[in-house]
């Protein structure tokens, strides 16, 4: 209800500090909406006329998932809605197949500013592969730019496969799609990819 909303917060989804773990279809999300309390009406009846549409200061969660374990798989990620970077990767030989990231509705210009990320991998890895990242917008609040989608280091042991942003509803847009390199997702359900000239500055293999 309209009370706990704001009261409610964690640092972080999940934490993993173990090495040598395997994960599989993990689905880790921020809500980004509340039942209505009694008598309370809904903040965005056009979205929803049932469900209070959770705001910046509600229901806040800094981080999604953070890896420090070395040797981590995961098959099938999924991490949305988090008030900071959606996934926190600082360990070595880490492997993603298939990942997917909304960026928060209720994003600010602070959000922005903070150059949160959709994927970041901490800059002294050495050895990480991700596959098939997806990461998206839909900025209901206001018109905001988050500079680019997955952040991570510029060295050969870091491999990132068919990475590609869209921009699904609303404002705003991420405009490269990896360390700045990248078009931006300017038009709604155009999903954008690096371009040829971009992988060869990073090692992003672009299949199909």
Not at 4 to 15: F, G, K, L
Request: charged fraction near 20%; aromatic fraction near 8%; glycine fraction near 8%.
């Amino acid at each position: 209800g309209a009370s706990d909303r704001a009261a409610v917060s964690i640092d972080t989804m999940m934490r993993l500090h173990s090495g040598n773990v395997v994960g599989d279809n993990i689905w880790l999300w921020r809500a980004d909406h509340s039942a209505l309390a009694a008598g309370e009406r809904a903040n965005y009846p056009n979205i929803s006329p049932v469900f209070w549409q959770n705001e910046a200061t509600e229901a806040r969660v800094r981080t999604g998932l953070e890896v420090n374990g070395d040797d981590v798989t995961i098959y099938g990620l999924a991490v949305e809605h988090a008030n900071g970077h959606q996934t926190v990767w600082n360990g070595e030989r880490g492997r993603v197949h298939f990942y997917q990231s909304e960026l928060p509705y209720d994003a600010d210009d602070e959000y922005a500013k903070q150059n949160f990320r959709g994927y970041f991998v901490s800059p002294n890895v050495k050895d990480h592969e991700l596959h098939a990242p997806g990461v998206y917008s839909n900025f209901r609040n206001q018109e905001m730019k988050v500079t680019t989608a997955i952040e991570c280091p510029d060295t050969p042991g870091v491999h990132v496969v068919n990475p590609f942003t869209v921009r699904l509803d609303n404002h705003g847009a991420i405009m490269s799609v990896i360390n700045h390199r990248g078009p931006p997702a300017l038009h709604q359900g155009t999903v954008v990819r690096p371009r040829p000239f971009d992988d060869k500055r990073q090692d992003v293999r672009t299949m199909g």
